[in-house]
């Protein structure tokens, strides 16, 4: 592929979208060839892993949707991404569809002989149709967009659909016969789910107009106007068979309701119960009368008119694979020296002669001629994001020497270094104009994570500009050569219906902040956003990037546009590029090595680096008398115990008996429990030295990082473990693996074909300890992942249950969070989860971090304790500040949904179920969306409060977390042979969890944490 897109003429390159796509869901993508099969075994026995096959029976769905065959004698509904028929009376469902399409949203043609829907198997939601029997599916639509919510007229001549074709989503009709497409709304703003009225003259759809949101009617002139309005979310408009009115769904004040509205003014009326939990879908008419529509799990039956209610029963069989493969393993007892692979930010001298990086910690400089880094800075802070000044007598990094990140500048011939700006909030990616007097730069922006200030500073005034705001993950900024124009790699939505899309380059003028997107590949992403370009060349002529993971550079004019096609310089995987001041060179990471490559005659230099560490392994003995002792299986505590360390490991748990040699803890009246295990935070080296000693001083001793810069975060993983900085055990992946389209700054898009390759090659030379696939990833690419994942004898994890839990994802992040669809198979608007995901859970034995704290936890807390702030560890590491940020986000988020705090609960309900019937439950919070540590406690603190006990939520955060991550060999209890990583408390947990927050010391591989040293500030 890379070949001959190097090939291909600037013209073709931008109709890349409309060919390559269309090519690739043929080639890669293989569809259903009998798609009645659909739950055939697709794992069976591969690459030489057992599998043991599990048998479930599903009863409920959700957020299923339905529709009823013409004759009324079929339903035809989706769950977990699948398309079954149903006979009208219930009973057993039948697949009409494979398992790995995510097909949704079905509907009948008017003759009954097939179903339209909407499906992924190509990485994009495309409009498909399958028989009433099925076989295999007819893709009706194509190319890069998605197309969605599929809709037959009445003569079975069209289909209506929403698409983002068009910049925004909008409404379109196909012509079956033809396969001519029609654009039939175009204002700026959203229009989905339509709909076409009985007699086929007018179409309903639900807009989000800001001149008037509701649902709109076009009639056969199209004409436009607006039929109703409600502070709600409307969802599925449907005409009545007969009369001019609508039925639609309507989620207001914290109900999702069923209603029905009559055209032209009037009536309109609930038909659900308040109390329901009605699926944003649309209705059946089985008559003038009656309907079925999709509520509480199940397909349910009303008349006009009568309240009462009937259920339509259906099973669904399923088989799942428990995999079973050769874990890694992790040598925790090593004292080897090895080699530095957290190489965070190389960037080259404009001489070429040296390159500036972060590593352990600290500053470090690698010179020409010399595999030997000096190291220029030894403290115990962190510097990153070095830039040189284009004369190559400075450079600019960012410090957290006085608490944030601030940015320095630092003289290369004295080493003197200045504080130039001392600011409010941390400073990330400095970059130096060309004449070296101002520097850009990004700022935090304290009310939203993710969110930047792009800032100029005028070096001679200290004079700060904003460039550009607010700015989600951009990349580092570059300057063009007369400092008249920066550009950055910035997220570009393909709709604001739905947050994901492209990155490209983003050009914007210093002079009077306008901007421009512009891309080299229509519709494709660059590489992850944060220092992998674009890079200006220092003469002006060309910008420096990675985009499919290898190295490229397109012709710019002096205003950054682009003179022609893009070329491939790299075959290999090539990430953070910098240029040398000539021009003719650049500087870049290969993997795990640093390379120079010629853009004159391609040439490709080795830089070797010998840079090395070891783990910090303590000796001696030390002995723990533990008044009480929580192992992290059992119920009750052993009491009056010693503990006996001998170097990192725990020797013997024995009877307490005076005089042992080593040093004494003496917590005899206090309880000592297994370290806890953080299972979902993304953290940056931007948060500074005091991150490490955070997760400590909350009894954190395990961290599991599922997505972020690999060298950022194996530079931290590093430092830890050296003990160059204090904190816990890291479990990594790096960039989060994703579809053609990506949100996150960390995601790594396009990875079809041989990126994809590049990615995984860069899993196994990283030593990643596991690889987490997002939401826009197709299937049949993740089952890719979780093959080569396992070979390797790492986990995979993902947003997914199914059927990604048939082919052997090992975990699932949060209850529900970001979908594609743009609602979850996991929850329902009303935070419910039904038995099929209960059963699919427990049954698959799936591990899943629900971050109950980010999706409610927290603020609940905020609501409803009135001492959640008073803990020492708050004190030491958050401001008053906070406070009024937690309580002012409780209050919005209650103020948006006034039924926020009645239905968090439900959350809490589901998590207790899949405790209380064996499943696998780990806590997480996904910080820093919400605050590190802090919110680790109130996820603690939900689960106790949602019914689950102390016990089982302290061995979810100990044993079955160590299970998830595949180290319960070494970790998660407290027993002989077993990690030294403990922490003593003030109190009984088992009793009282909050009693975890009376941290007194923590011990680490044997290392002893005191608590007032973990929360003093590093000087």
Same mark, same amino acid.
């Given at each position: 592929m890379m070949n001959k897109l190097n090939a291909y003429s600037f013209n073709v390159l931008n109709s890349f979208s409309k060919k390559y796509f269309k090519t690739l869901s043929l080639i890669l993508f293989v569809l259903p060839l009998n798609a009645a099969l659909a739950d055939a075994d697709i794992s069976g026995t591969r690459h030489g892993f057992t599998l043991d096959s599990v048998k479930v029976k599903l009863t409920e769905g959700t957020n299923i949707a339905l529709t009823l065959s013409p004759d009324k004698k079929t339903i035809v509904m989706d769950l977990q991404g699948t398309i079954y028929s149903v006979p009208f009376s219930g009973g057993q469902a039948k697949p009409l569809t494979d398992p790995m399409g995510d097909c949704r949203q079905p509907v009948f043609s008017p003759d009954g002989s097939k179903i339209a829907f909407q499906a992924f198997w190509d990485g994009n939601f495309h409009i498909y149709t399958v028989g009433l029997n099925g076989g295999s599916p007819v893709q009706l639509t194509s190319g890069v967009f998605d197309d969605r919510e599929p809709c037959y007229s009445p003569d079975g001549k069209k289909m209506v659909f929403s698409s983002d074709r068009s910049g925004n989503y909008d409404v379109w009709?196909? /012509?079956?016969?033809?396969?001519?497409?029609?654009?039939?709304?175009?204002?700026?703003?959203?229009?989905?789910?339509?709909?076409?009225?009985?007699?086929?003259?007018?179409?309903?759809?639900?807009?989000?107009?800001?001149?008037?949101?509701?649902?709109?009617?076009?009639?056969?002139?199209g004409k436009e106007k607006l039929f109703l309005t409600s502070k709600g979310k409307l969802s599925s408009p449907v005409w009545h068979p007969k009369e001019q009115k609508i039925i639609f769904n309507n989620f207001d004040q914290g109900k999702s309701l069923l209603d029905i509205a009559k055209v032209g003014g009037g009536d309109w009326e609930t038909l659900s119960e308040n109390t329901e939990d009605v699926f944003p879908f649309k209705v059946a008419w089985i008559s003038e009368t009656e309907y079925l529509y999709t509520s509480d799990g199940l397909i349910k039956k009303r008349k006009l008119g009568d309240k009462s209610v009937s259920t339509i029963p259906f099973e669904v069989g399923m088989s799942l694979s428990h995999d079973k493969y050769k874990l890694k393993v992790h040598d925790f007892n090593s004292?080897?020296?090895?080699?530095?692979?957290?190489?965070?930010?190389?960037?080259?001298?404009?001489?070429?002669?040296?390159?500036?990086?972060?590593?352990?910690?600290?500053?470090?400089?690698?010179?020409?001629?010399?595999?030997?880094?000096?190291?220029?800075?030894?403290?115990?802070?962190?510097?990153?994001?070095?830039a040189w000044s284009a004369d190559g007598k400075q450079l600019a990094y960012v410090c957290d020497r006085k608490g944030n990140m601030d940015l320095y500048v630092r003289d290369m011939a004295t080493g003197a270094e200045k504080l130039v700006l001392n600011a409010t909030d941390n400073i990330t990616f400095p970059s130096f104009s060309a004449d070296g007097s101002k520097i850009a730069y990004y700022q935090k922006d304290p009310a939203a994570f993710g969110r930047y200030f792009l800032k100029m500073l005028e070096l001679s005034s200290n004079k700060e500009t904003i460039l550009y705001a607010p700015l989600f993950d951009g990349s580092q900024p570059s300057w063009s050569a007369d400092g008249k124009f920066v550009v950055i790699s910035a997220l570009q939505p393909f709709s604001s219906r739905y947050r994901e899309g492209v990155s490209k380059f983003l050009v914007i003028s210093t002079v009077d902040k306008t901007f421009k997107f512009i891309t080299p590949i229509n519709e494709k992403t660059l590489?992850?956003?944060?220092?992998?370009?674009?890079?200006?060349?220092?003469?002006?002529?060309?910008?420096?990037?990675?985009?499919?993971?290898?190295?490229?550079?397109?012709?710019? /004019?002096?205003?950054?546009?682009?003179?022609?096609?893009?070329?491939?310089?790299?075959?290999?995987?090539?990430?953070?590029?910098?240029?040398?001041?000539?021009?003719?060179?650049?500087?870049?990471?290969?993997?795990?090595?640093?390379?120079?490559?010629?853009?004159?005659d391609g040439s490709v230099t080795t830089l070797p680096i010998n840079l090395t560490?070891?783990?910090?392994?303590?000796?001696?003995q030390v002995v723990v008398h533990a008044g009480k002792l929580f192992n992290g299986r059992s119920k009750e505590y052993l009491t009056n115990v010693d503990v006996i360390i001998v170097g990192n490991r725990i020797q013997k748990i024995e009877p307490h008996k005076a005089g042992r040699a080593g040093k004494i803890i003496d917590a005899s009246k206090q309880t000592v429990i297994p370290g806890l295990i953080e299972m979902h935070t993304h953290q940056t080296a931007a948060a500074g030295e005091q991150l490490g000693r955070l997760w400590l001083g909350y009894g954190i001793t395990t961290i599991r990082e599922p997505g972020g810069d690999p060298y950022d975060v194996i530079e931290r993983k590093e430092s830890w473990a050296s003990g160059r900085r204090a904190g816990p055990r890291n479990f990594y992946t790096g960039g989060i693996l994703d579809g053609s389209r990506i949100y996150y700054g960390m995601n790594v898009g396009n990875v079809a074909g041989a990126q994809l390759d590049l990615e995984l090659e860069k899993a196994k030379r990283l030593g990643y300890d596991m690889m987490k696939t997002y939401v826009r990833m197709p299937d049949a690419m993740q089952q890719r992942v979780t093959i080569f994942a396992h070979n390797l004898g790492i986990p995979v994890s993902s947003h997914e249950i199914y059927p990604a839990m048939k082919y052997g994802v090992d975990a699932v992040e949060h209850m529900g969070a970001t979908s594609r669809r743009g609602y979850s198979p996991k929850l329902s608007a009303l935070n419910n989860s039904y038995q099929d995901v209960v059963e699919l859970l427990v049954k698959s034995g799936m591990n899943i971090t629900p971050t109950a704290s980010l999706q409610g936890g927290l603020p609940m807390l905020v609501q409803k304790d009135p001492d959640f702030f008073d803990n020492k560890q708050f004190k030491a590491f958050y401001s008053e500040d906070a406070i009024g940020e937690l309580k002012n986000m409780t209050s919005l988020r209650i103020k948006n949904n006034p039924a926020f705090l009645s239905s968090f609960g439900n959350i809490q309900k589901t998590a207790k179920a899949m405790i209380d019937q064996g499943g696998h439950v780990t806590p997480g919070t996904d910080s820093p969306i919400i605050q590190p540590g802090l919110s680790y406690h109130a996820e603690l603190q939900s689960w106790v409060d949602g019914g689950i006990s102390p016990f089982e939520t302290l061995r979810s955060a100990t044993l079955f977390s160590a299970e998830a991550l595949g180290v319960s060999k070494d970790l998660g209890t407290l027993e002989t042979g077993k990690l030294a990583d403990l922490v003593i408390i003030e109190g009984d947990p088992l009793k009282n969890i909050k009693d975890v927050l009376n941290v007194n010391t923590v011990i680490r591989n044997g290392e002893i944490f005191p608590i007032d040293g973990l929360l003093k500030k590093a000087n």
């Open positions: 009709e196909l /012509d079956l016969a033809s396969g001519e497409l029609t654009q039939l709304t175009k204002d700026a703003a959203n229009d989905f789910f339509p709909s076409y009225s009985a007699d086929g003259s007018q179409i309903a759809y639900v807009s989000e107009r800001t001149s008037g949101p509701g649902i709109y009617i076009m009639d056969s002139k004292v080897a020296t090895n080699k530095v692979k957290g190489i965070r930010g190389p960037v080259v001298s404009p001489d070429g002669n040296s390159i500036a990086f972060t590593a352990l910690g600290d500053m470090w400089l690698l010179k020409k001629g010399s595999d030997k880094p000096v190291q220029l800075t030894n403290d115990s802070f962190i510097e990153i994001d070095p590489s992850t956003r944060g220092k992998n370009g674009p890079y200006w060349s220092p003469d002006g002529t060309k910008f420096a990037f990675s985009m499919d993971g290898v190295l490229w550079t397109v012709a710019v /004019d002096k205003e950054g546009n682009l003179l022609n096609a893009p070329r491939r310089l790299t075959n290999e995987l090539a990430e953070n590029p910098s240029w040398t001041g000539d021009s003719k060179s650049i500087v870049y990471m290969a993997t795990d090595i640093i390379k120079k490559i010629s853009l004159a560490y070891k783990i910090k392994q303590p000796t001696g």
